[in-house]
């Protein structure tokens, strides 16, 4: 997977974990109904699944680290959360329902990532820890 994009091997990353949920489909249908009426069991179902994703993530080859992980650790937990709900009434064999959502979510979060970026390179005090070591190194630092 590292010749992939990051998007792609997140993909598969999830992908192959919504596989080996398979056998648990019936008891995470339930759990699924439990949480719409459990606000407390919501917060906590949150936070183990954003600390699974953050094992995804990791897998994938992406950081989860600092505050830009935890961004990005939540969001996964969210694109996570949409493409369950397919993924728990798609019954067909391949599963082309839930690949299709995730994919499609995958993208989504891609583009707003990118537009973060973007905006914390607009606003003065965000920028990265690299931008400031390059700001601040002297012109010959890399010779």
Known sequence: MEGEAARERLFDVLFSRFEALEECRPALRRLAG???????????????VTGSMAWM????????????????????????GQVMRVWLDDEEPGHARTMAELDKRLRQAERSIIRLERLRGLIPGLRSRRQDRKTDAPADAGA
């Not at 439990?34 to 183990?48: C, F, G, H, K, Q």
């Not at 993530?57 to 935890?70: E, M, R, V």
Request: glycine share 12%.
């Open 34 to 48: 439990a949480v719409l009426r459990d606000p407390i069991l919501a917060l906590e179902l949150n936070r183990i």
């Open 57 to 80: 993530l990791s897998a994938a080859g992406i950081d989860h680290t600092g505050p830009g992980g935890l961004v990005r650790t939540q969001g996964l937990a969210m694109v996570w």
